[in-house]
Each structure stands twice: as structure tokens, then as C-alpha cells.
């Protein structure tokens, strides 16, 4: 039986806990008597409940996000019912800011904040030894890679082959984006590449071809990214893929030249560009240059093989529809795989708070606190948004309709798109657990009233990309226009 349980619920079972690795590797001595339970928010709390108090553990070691902080308090105060004596210790984004107004953090016997990596171990020694620290919130240091132990050996065959793994070259975030928790991460810390590169290759020699870095500015240094870029370049074989967030306006002509070289399929450059309104940006502390983000984008789509996933933001303090739509069709002209539109949320320890006053913020007080309103943009419209980024994901970025989203989307993108939304939404009733086939049916019934539509070649696109899916039937509602 195990002495302690490190546990977390991840946003789906494809997910793997890279926090919790790295605890468990850095436990020392206490590593043989600790392992490692994964669950995802899917599962029922009971269920998961069960499986930790079988282990039988002394101590629980507990990771808190964004997407799973209500289930976790639900978990934390039904096993503190059941057995009062297990010691729980959470730690996470969630709990280490603001948390002396968390409910989780009362029922929980402690709480680190920051990077726990070293800590957690220190304060496993002592609670086993028999000592009880007073302070219940104890404060982290951010550790330094010289004295961390990397967790690449913990994970296994499964996870190699059947989930998403991560891995880190730096931690930390030099800039000061008011939205964002990594701008708290100070400062930046990088592994050394000799060590770094040889725990690659040992994922590499144990057959891992899918490797999803986590460095939120992994382009910072231009050495170092280079010179990892160069270590996969030299070691290129089917099946391998490499995703990346990159700083938009930062990529030197030494760094395109690797990228550049690249096949198709093998990097995705995950590009947070979040507005294109300097006075926007300036508000909320992002230094950009919006003319280098579009040389860049444009660079990157024109000449390389690299899959770019574009973010946005809506709901940013002072930042209204027309605004947010410009900034949208701005990214769609530089043709971007993908954009993906996120709601602004009001994460824990973000300074964006300075800003409700003045722009009249307005948030979902549960995870994952998103903005409701703002005095740039009412609820209704904030409705809207919402359901225009979920549709656009079921359309644009799910793949599934190249030949009919071109048709969608003539003259204004954005204008084009919400109007599609909201035909959607009136058509569907809603934008979750939409069936391919609705989808497709609610598109052409939409498309089909437009002036000028062609219904014969509207259904056409629609059935190609219907069988471009991979299908061999066809919808019935086409039948009677092919």
C-alpha cells in the first residue's frame, strides 16, 4: 500500500498529469512509497473516491485547475467525511492565488502555492515524521532545473503511444499579459540542454513521436529553440509531430530558416496573437507588434509547411464587437489553420481585475470564470460570441468542411460567420452534442436562403465534404439536389 496517492482529474483521459510526474520524481527516498492515480472530470466523484481509499494512503497529494476545481471540492469534502484522518495537500494554479477564499482550501489540511515540485517533498518528510506545520498555506519557491530531477521516465508504454504528453524546455513568462497566469511565472528558467535533449531522445528511443511542449515562449531564446528544432529535424521519421507556443512577433531569420525545413504534418506553432487593438493591448499590458505578428503569420503560412493554430480573445476590457471582428478578419485573410476563439476568464492572481470598474467587467463567479458582460459588449452579445466561437469550432476548425466553408464566409468573415451562428443556434437550439448531419443540414437550410444561393452546388460542397469525412452514404436531406 502506498504512503501517498498523487491524484488529479484531468479534462479527458488522453490527458496526461505532467504536474504530478514531476512531484512523484522528485519525492526522493519516498518515491517507492508514493504512485500516481489519473482521473478526468467524466468520472463519478464516488468512483473516484473508491479507488484512492483503496490504496489506503497516509497522505493525498491533490492537483486544482481551472477544469477541474468543482469536482475536486466535491471530492476533497466527501472524503474528508469519510476519513478525517487522511492528510489532503492540494496544489495547482487554482489554489495558489486567492486562496484563503476558497472553500477547498478550508476542508484541505494544506495548500502549496507556486511550483511544488521540492516542497511537496519536504512537507511529506515532515508529516511522516510526526510534525505538523502551523501554517496551513505554505509558499513555494520556483525551483531551479539544476535542482529538480525531470520526470520523463514516469511515463509509460500506454501514455507513449495512446495519450498526449508533455514536456517542458523553460518555465516562466518574461511578459506581463493581465490575463494570463504565466505572467506571474518569474522569471524564466530554462532546462539546461544537456540535459534536456538526452531525456528526448530517451522518449524517442522508447518509440514517442508526439511531443506537446508546454513553454508558453518557447521561441524566447533563439539558441535554445533552435537548437531544439535542429535536434528533431536530425532525428525526422514518420509519425513524429511537435507543438509549440511561440511569441507572435518574434521569429528571426536563424529560427525560420529551421523551421522552413520541416515537412508537412510534423509542427503545429501555437500563436497567441489575442487582438490586434494597440490601444486594447496596451490596456491590458501585451507588448505586440501587430505589423510583425501579420509578417510573421504570413511568413509562416506562405512559406513553410507548419500547421498554425491562431488564438483570440473576446470580451477584453474596452474592447467592443466591431473591434473584435476587425482583429477576426485580420487573422482569417493571413490564413491560419486554425483560429481558436477563447472567452476572456478571470483566472485566479490575474491582475485583469484592476480593470472591472472602469470597463465595467462582469464574470461567472464558477470555474472557469468566464466573462459574462462588459460595458463594450452586453450579455446578449456576449451570448452570441460564445456560441460564434463553439459553432466555428464544429465548422472551421473541425476540418470538416473545406469545400463549404469558403462559401460560408464571401466578403466580411466575421459578419458572414455570426450570421451563420445565429441561423445555427435558431435552427439547432443549441451548440453541444450536435450531430454531424444536423450540423450539415442546419448549414445548408441557413446557406440555402441567402440571394443568389445555388442549391444544387451548395449541396454538392456539402456531400464532398460529407465523404471527405470518410463516409459512403449520403444525408437524406441532399438526395433530392445531387
Not at 511561440?246 to 522552413?260: C, F, G, K, S, T
Not at 460560408?408 to 451562428?421: C, D, G, Q
Request: glycine share 6%.
Amino acid at each position: 500500500m502506498p504512503t501517498i496517492v498523487l491524484a488529479t482529474l484531468n479534462a479527458r483521459w488522453a490527458h496526461c498529469a505532467f504536474g504530478l510526474r514531476y512531484l512523484q520524481a522528485n519525492l526522493g527516498t519516498l518515491a517507492d512509497e508514493s504512485t500516481i492515480l489519473e482521473f478526468d472530470i467524466n468520472q463519478r466523484t464516488l468512483d473516484i473516491m473508491e479507488a484512492i481509499l483503496a490504496r489506503g494512503p497516509r497522505i493525498l497529494g491533490l492537483g486544482v485547475y481551472v477544469w477541474n476545481a468543482a469536482p475536486c471540492l466535491q471530492l476533497v469534502a466527501e472524503l474528508k467525511r469519510l476519513r478525517p484522518e487522511l492528510t489532503i495537500i492540494l496544489g495547482g494554479p487554482e489554489v495558489s492565488y486567492e486562496s484563503d477564499l476558497q472553500e477547498i482550501t478550508r476542508l484541505a489540511d494544506y495548500t502549496i502555492s507556486g511550483e511544488a515540485d521540492l516542497e511537496f517533498a519536504h512537507l511529506c518528510r515532515r508529516l511522516l515524521a510526526g510534525e505538523r506545520p502551523l501554517l496551513r498555506t505554505i509558499a513555494a519557491e520556483p525551483p531551479e532545473f539544476a535542482d529538480l530531477k525531470l520526470p520523463y521516465d514516469l511515463y509509460d508504454p500506454r501514455d507513449l503511444t495512446q495519450r498526449t504528453v508533455y514536456v517542458e524546455a523553460s518555465r516562466g513568462c518574461p511578459f506581463s499579459c493581465e490575463f494570463c497566469l504565466s505572467s506571474l511565472e518569474i522569471p524564466v528558467r530554462a532546462v539546461p540542454l544537456e540535459r534536456f535533449l538526452p531525456a528526448m531522445q530517451g522518449l524517442l528511443d522508447r518509440g514517442l513521436r508526439r511531443f506537446k511542449f508546454v513553454d508558453r515562449t518557447f521561441n524566447l531564446s533563439l539558441a535554445t529553440s533552435r537548437a531544439i528544432l535542429a535536434f528533431f529535424l536530425e532525428r525526422l521519421e514518420p509519425g513524429l509531430f511537435l507543438h509549440f507556443e511561440m511569441i507572435p512577433d518574434r521569429l528571426p531569420e536563424p529560427l525560420r530558416e529551421v523551421i522552413a525545413r520541416f515537412p508537412p504534418g510534423t509542427v503545429q506553432l501555437e500563436v497567441g496573437v489575442q487582438t490586434f487593438n494597440p490601444a486594447v493591448a496596451q490596456r491590458i499590458s501585451r507588448r505586440q507588434d501587430p505589423r510583425k505578428v501579420e509578417e510573421n503569420l504570413a511568413w509562416l503560412r506562405q512559406r513553410t509547411h507548419v500547421h498554425v493554430h491562431a488564438d483570440l480573445i473576446a470580451g477584453l476590457p474596452g474592447e467592443d464587437v466591431a473591434s473584435f471582428a476587425a482583429g477576426f478578419d485580420r487573422l482569417w485573410r493571413l490564413g491560419p489553420q486554425e483560429i481558436q476563439i477563447e472567452l476572456l476568464k478571470r483566472l485566479r492572481g490575474t491582475p485583469i481585475i484592476r480593470h472591472d470598474a472602469a470597463c465595467g467587467m462582469v464574470y461567472s463567479p464558477q470555474p472557469p470564470y468566464e466573462v459574462l458582460q462588459t460595458a463594450a459588449i452586453d450579455f446578449q452579445t456576449m451570448q452570441r460570441l460564445r456560441r460564434f466561437a463553439r459553432y466555428w469550432d464544429l465548422v472551421a476548425n473541425s476540418g470538416n468542411f473545406p469545400g463549404t466553408l469558403p462559401l460560408i464566409l464571401e466578403a466580411s468573415p466575421f459578419a458572414r460567420f455570426m450570421e451563420l451562428s445565429d441561423g445555427l443556434h435558431q435552427h439547432l437550439g443549441r451548440s453541444h452534442g450536435v450531430a454531424l448531419t444536423a450540423l450539415m443540414q442546419g448549414l445548408f437550410e441557413h446557406l440555402a436562403q441567402r440571394p443568389g444561393a445555388e442549391q444544387p452546388a451548395l449541396a454538392r460542397a456539402l456531400s464532398a465534404d460529407y465523404h471527405h469525412t470518410g463516409r459512403s452514404d449520403e444525408p437524406p436531406f441532399l438526395r433530392a439536389y445531387l
